[in-house]
């Protein structure tokens, strides 16, 4: 086969790719049964049969590789809003705001960045967009020795000693519905974990493999007071999950968790029918609101989709918390689990635990704006957004009348943000676009209608989550918008098959002005989501306080090093370090000791970091000033075993060596 019969024979077999998928789709959204409602309800699955073009493109992931170049090139404005005003979008060059922070200065926000399949969290400035850190969580990190130490590899073999992690959604702790600087939090949808990270020293101190499920894919902190960390375990099994009810799907259960955040332990369950999803919570600490998909109980996409509906989870914590307290549940493995199906005893009556409110069907994300008056449902397979009035969720006994409205805002709805001025901005994953919308139009307007669209942003391309600066808590700053990109197709040098993601930068004002696009930036793959906080609400710690760990590691003193044998085959070494310089020059240990090395960095100026390596031993410790680490391990073969240094902390960093001497076994 000549070269050009194979472009040809590539471009065939591209293109029955995307047509098999166009196809499946297309029998999919077939089978559906269309709810008996007015044609102009919002629960219409229209994208079935869309033209060929742009909203085309994103109809399926698949279909990117033949028809990506369309996408974002012929974008409709809304009411003349967006870009430059016309179709085009905005490309950054020129922007009349500025995103550039001048060498020495600092960004106003920091951005915290799931980063996806790497399981670390990635530390930006906002407007910058300036990697200013990257924090392991699931993942083994050399440059800060995490995964290496005693300490860090324990926390990762207690949480279940996966190989990996994808985290997905950041959430800072909260006091008053404002962010108080403690703690950021994350999952591991992979592996159905939690952890916690400590902002003084932007380092993971806790993880928790959460008991009874698989894959924590929704997650997010109780406003306005984090007592609570809720997490959604994503896959439908059953419970216990130990080989009984295999061939029963219509048995399995999805799990809602809350874990305590001082302690990150697993507090209580509920179960509930179909798949979890995105959750938020309510600005007075009573509900967790969560999207859900699979109501059919289905174990395939043709049956998961089926039905033309699906049910919004609405948890009454305080009231699950009583049934706790009052013994209403079985406990599993160590851990009380309520029944919050839709049949439950407890789900009867005019005060259900869990409250079911139907929405067009597979919906994505929830997202309780500032004032906690709403919370939005985009609907992914449905062109709207469906509005929950929580005010209404005691109250009313019919779960349609807490639906306050049902704006269409495009095609692919995924995730909505806020502004704090009354708009709302939601992805659209299919349109490939943002939009801009009015939440009291909304709820004034008939279900269905466009009127509360304000104007549309292109973005480059299909948009997963979106956030706004500080749109989580009940007082947004406003002013930028970050689009998390999944395709960045030809935005950037090409660097093989395997693409970067785009994380793009708009300007919203306070919601006043138009959107505008101002900078695109290439991220490694896959950041799923990302949460900003202002740089006055963090105090993060230029160097350890020794305090912080009393008790659990010896902080060794320059001059108080040295050796000890505990026993016959374990040996304790300790020593300082400082600039040029280990305390112990050299040490000597014996044919299959374990050997136990503490060392402790005792600059106290920040950014003199040391490290410890020993290679052969897959030693790789990074020490910041005032920390002291421990790490374990064996030595097997006698010889001369050099220590070096691998931060570059002086003009003798290359001199700076210790010795462990190995004496051959007797």
């Known amino acids: 086969m000549n070269s050009e019969t194979g472009k040809r024979a590539e471009q065939t077999d591209a293109e029955r790719v995307v047509a098999e998928h166009e196809r499946q789709l297309e029998e999919l959204l077939a089978d559906v049964e269309l709810p008996e409602t007015d044609e102009d309800d919002g629960f219409g699955l229209e994208l079935a049969g869309l033209e060929l073009g742009r909203r085309d493109f994103v109809k399926a992931g698949a279909a990117t590789g033949v028809v990506g170049s369309l ?23 020129g922007s009349s705001h500025d995103h550039v922070v001048p060498p020495g200065e600092h960004d106003e926000y920091y951005g915290f960045w799931s980063g996806g399949h790497s399981g670390e969290i ?3 400035g906002i407007p910058s967009m300036r990697e200013l850190m990257r924090i392991p969580v699931f993942n083994v990190e050399g440059a800060r020795g995490y995964g290496y130490d005693d300490q860090t590899t324990e926390m990762l073999a207690d949480a279940g000693d996966y190989t990996w992690g994808d985290n997905h959604h950041p959430a800072l702790s909260e006091t008053d519905g404002d962010y108080d600087g403690r703690w950021l939090f994350v999952n591991d949808k992979a592996n159905g974990r939690i952890a916690r990270v400590s902002l003084k020293y932007f380092e993971t101190d806790a993880i928790t493999d959460v008991p009874n499920v698989q894959a924590v894919h929704g997650f997010c902190v109780q406003s306005p007071d984090t007592e609570y960390l809720f997490g959604n375990g994503e896959f439908r099994t059953p419970l216990p999950n130990d080989g009984r009810d295999m061939e ?90 309520v029944d919050g199906t839709r049949e439950s005893p407890l789900n009867q009556g005019g005060d259900p635990l869990v409250r079911y409110i139907p929405t067009p069907k597979s919906p994505h994300c929830v997202e309780v704006e500032p004032n906690g008056k709403y919370a939005m449902v985009a609907g992914k397979l449905s062109p709207t957004v469906t509005i929950v009035d929580i005010g209404k969720l005691a109250e009313s006994g019919d779960p349609e009348e807490v639906v306050a409205g049902r704006p269409k805002v495009g095609l692919g709805p995924l995730h909505t943000t806020f502004d704090g001025n009354g708009h709302a901005y939601t992805s659209l994953f299919i349109d490939s676009q943002v939009a801009k919308w009015d939440i009291e139009k909304a709820v004034e307007a008939e279900n269905n209608s466009e009127e509360p669209i304000i104007e549309k942003q292109d973005v480059h391309y299909n948009p997963g989550h979106i956030q706004a600066v500080e749109a989580m808590t009940t007082d947004p700053d406003g002013e930028w918008l970050v689009s998390l990109n999944k395709l960045s197709k030809d935005r950037f040098l090409p660097v093989g098959p395997i693409h970067p993601d785009n994380d793009q930068l708009i300007y919203i ?19 799923h989501d990302a949460v900003f906080a202002h740089r006055d609400k963090l105090d993060p710690a230029t160097t350890w306080d020794k305090a912080d760990y009393e008790g659990e590691k010896e902080f060794v003193a320059e001059g108080d090093g040295g050796v ?24 000597t240990v014996q044919e299959g000791d374990e050997v136990t090395l503490t060392v402790t960095n005792i600059e106290g100026v920040r ?40 931060y570059f902390c002086s003009a003798l960093h290359l001199e700076m060596r210790s010795r462990m001497l190995v004496e051959p076994a007797e």
């Not at 996408?71 to 060059?93: F, L």
């Not at 026993?567 to 020059?585: C, I, N």
């Not at 020993?614 to 020490?623: K, M, S, Y």
């Open 71 to 93: 996408a974002g090139c012929a974008g409709i404005m809304s009411n003349g809003g967006g870009g430059n005003g016309t179709g085009t979008p905005a490309q950054g060059s």
């Open 122 to 124: 990635r530390v930006m």
């Open 248 to 337: 029963s799907p219509e048995e399995y259960v999805s799990v809602f968790s809350a874990l305590d955040p001082e302690t990150m332990e697993t507090l209580w369950q509920v179960t509930v029918d179909g798949n979890l999803d995105i959750l938020d919570t309510d600005k007075d600490g009573r509900w967790a609101i969560s999207s859900a998909y699979n109501s059919e109980a289905g174990t395939n996409v043709q049956e998961m989709t089926h039905d033309d509906r699906d049910w919004v989870k609405a948890f009454d914590v305080p009231a699950i918390q009583a049934a706790v307290d009052a013994g209403e549940y079985e406990e599993v493995n160590g851990v009380p689990v």
């Open 509 to 527: 004002g306070q919601g006043e002005e138009s959107m505008e696009l101002v900078a695109d930036h290439p991220v490694y793959p896959e950041p």
């Open 564 to 587: 000890e044998r505990i026993d016959d085959s374990a040996v304790e070494v300790k020593m300082s370090s400082k600039r040029s310089e280990f305390g112990l020059p050299e040490f």
């Open 607 to 646: 950014d003199i970091i040391h490290g410890v390596a020993i290679p052969e031993h897959d030693v790789n410790l990074a020490i910041a000033p005032q920390d002291t680490r421990e790490v374990t391990f064996t030595v097997d073969d006698p010889g001369v075993y050099w220590i070096y240094c691998t």
